[in-house]
């Protein structure tokens, strides 16, 4: 099934290089997509359980869904996940 999340704090193609990179390690997940100018980030999943394991695994990357909480933690993650994925390039 295809799913579109929308993130917070997904600003720039290091941040999608980052979102790409691991989202790709999870299984049942392909077709990886992310669109810096709307905050999206789509894919498919097997199931609803996989979907969800994205929405966390962006979570812990520092980007929650538009509907969690974006504290200072998710924003320092989002900023070393960020860089990372500059490096990465």
Known sequence: MRT????Q???CG???TTITNKLTELKNISEITVD???STVSFI????NDALEVK???????????????GVLS?????VSCATGKLAN
């Open 4 to 7: 579109s999340i929308i993130v």
């Open 9 to 11: 704090n997904l600003k």
């Open 14 to 16: 290091g941040c999608a």
């Open 36 to 38: 810096t100018n709307s």
């Open 45 to 48: 999943a097997q199931d609803a």
């Open 56 to 70: 966390n695994k962006l979570k812990t990357l520092g980007y929650p869904s538009i509907e969690d909480t974006n």
């Open 75 to 79: 924003k320092a993650k989002s900023f």
